[in-house]
């Protein structure tokens, strides 16, 4: 919110910690992190809508998949979506610098992995597992049109990295069920059967793997500047 009301601070914080092609390829890798914690100072509607859909998306998906699995997913997406805006994105736009801020490649990396926790488990929960799921996968397709329609700037590449590691996570760290013990004649429990350390190693390999996407991309743009 500060960035809204005070350029100099806006201006200072983009120039430092915006996804902004040149000074990652020369080593300022940080700016992975950083610019999904920054959002545009001119529309102040991009963090009340993140913040909006971060809360309603993550209500759910934290309680499905409980607070470490959620922070991981997360996290995990937000690093994707970055290396997706960094590689697939211009350098410049009309002459002017592209400076890419903003969650919402994490937030569309939590709208995969909601989409697929109802994916695998539609029969469990019946006909509103299968609405959820398709009105999840309808959100996605509007979201991902509007998008490529131009009306507004957006990244598309973060969305749709942020998207699939997301899905890719959510995958991995997705809870498996098994009926468990009766509690009483009419309720049997349910248990989480996908845990241990290998779902840990697997979202580990994970984030490695979109690690390594951003050193090769650097590698690649060191070699062959982006006009």
Not at 38 to 45: A, E, F, R, V
Not at 162 to 168: D, E, F, K, N, S
Not at 173 to 192: A, Q
Request: aromatic letters at 14%; one cysteine or more.
């Amino acid at each position: 919110l500060p960035m809204a009301f005070s350029p100099q601070i806006a201006r200072f914080m983009v120039n430092n910690f915006a996804l902004i092609k040149g000074p990652m390829i020369d080593g300022e890798w940080w700016r992975l992190i950083t610019a999904t914690f920054l959002h545009s100072p001119d529309i102040i509607l991009h963090i009340a809508f993140n913040g909006y859909a971060l809360f309603m998306i993550g209500m759910d998906l934290e309680s499905f998949f409980g607070r470490a699995r959620f922070v991981a997913i997360y996290a995990v997406s937000a690093l994707g979506g970055s290396v997706a805006s960094f590689t697939f994105s211009p350098a410049f736009v009309n002459g002017q610098q592209v400076q890419g801020v903003g969650a919402s490649g994490a937030i569309f990396g939590l709208i995969g992995a909601l989409a697929v926790y109802f994916g695998l488990h539609r029969a469990m929960f019946g006909r509103l597992g299968q609405a959820q799921f398709w009105n999840i996968i309808i959100v996605i397709a509007l979201n991902i049109f509007i998008g490529f329609s131009g009306f507004f700037p957006i990244d598309n590449s973060a969305h749709i990295g942020g998207l699939v590691t997301g899905a890719l996570a959510g995958f991995i760290l997705c809870p498996r069920y098994r009926l468990g013990r009766w509690l009483n004649p009419l309720v049997r429990d349910v248990d989480d059967i996908n845990t241990g350390p290998l779902i840990s190693l697997a979202t580990t390999v994970l984030a490695v793997i979109v690690v390594a996407w951003y050193v090769i991309a650097v590698l690649y743009f060191r070699q062959n500047p982006p006009g």
